[in-house]
């Protein structure tokens, strides 16, 4: 069964640093992983997803993750932080491609971003 | 930008009592899919639903948990004698027929809380 495990359930950066948020996956086949965003009050977006392609991923808002199937790693990172990017955000597998596939999530990370 | 709708946006009830959560997902999606997070914890797949039948349910989906596609727009979850461990926030999810795309688009969720 796959898996991913986020190191960090609460991150705090100040405005303008690097955003590094981890997720290792464990997944018994090839797997399709994710990246999701969830603001207060609102539902979880997706940031960007990786599907067997380029291994560097980008997303919206400045957001970009790289899978290395070496180290079991998907990390999403951000060059700068905004205070907007405040949220929970979260990873996710799913081990099948195609709609009708269930995905498992990590534990969400808090990301906080100080002035 | 289309957006998958849930209502109501938050549910309480006595334990024992049945409840209904409504969910409108995106119009020319097949995929349906409903998932839950404990105040705390992970996001935990409950059920996909596909072809007016579920194709996959995982094991916190028991005989108390339904879901049906009433119309050609609403989706419902249903539970018939709520516990107070069924208190969380319930997220709703639509994907487009596979072979296209698996990306799941959520719901704001409903946040339910059994007394």
């Known amino acids: 069964a796959q898996s991913v495990t986020q190191l960090g359930s609460h991150v705090s950066v100040s405005e303008g640093a690097l955003v590094l948020l981890r997720c290792n996956y464990s997944?018994?086949?090839?797997?399709?992983l994710f990246w999701y965003v969830q603001y207060p009050n609102q539902g979880l977006q997706l940031l960007l997803k990786?599907?067997?392609?380029?291994?560097l991923v980008k997303g919206i808002n400045g957001f970009e993750a790289e899978f290395k199937k070496s180290e079991t790693s998907f990390h999403l990172t951000k060059p700068s932080a905004h205070m907007s990017d405040a949220a929970e955000y979260f990873c996710?597998?799913?081990?099948?491609?195609?709609?009708?596939?269930?995905?498992?999530f990590g534990t969400g990370t808090q990301l906080k971003v100080e002035l | 930008e289309p957006e998958v709708t849930q209502t109501p946006s938050h549910q309480v009830t006595q334990m024992g009592q049945e409840v209904i959560l409504r969910c409108v997902p995106i119009s020319n999606h097949l995929y349906f899919y409903w998932y839950r997070q404990i105040l705390g914890q992970k996001v935990e797949f409950l059920v996909s639903?596909?072809?007016?039948?579920?194709?996959?349910k995982s094991e916190i989906f028991d005989d108390q948990f339904s879901v049906e596609r009433p119309d050609g727009s609403n989706f419902t979850l249903k539970i018939r004698s709520t516990k107070l461990e069924d208190s969380a926030m319930y997220f709703c999810?639509?994907?487009?027929?596979?072979?296209?795309?698996?990306?799941?688009?959520f719901g704001p969720g409903t946040r339910l809380t059994v007394l």
């Open positions: 996710a597998v799913s081990d099948r491609p195609g709609g009708g596939n269930k995905l498992t």
């Open positions: 999810a639509s994907s487009e027929d596979p072979g296209t795309t698996d990306t799941q688009y």
């Open positions: 997944s018994s086949v090839p797997p399709y």
């Open positions: 639903f596909y072809n007016n039948e579920i194709s996959e």
């Open positions: 990786y599907t067997s392609a380029a291994t």
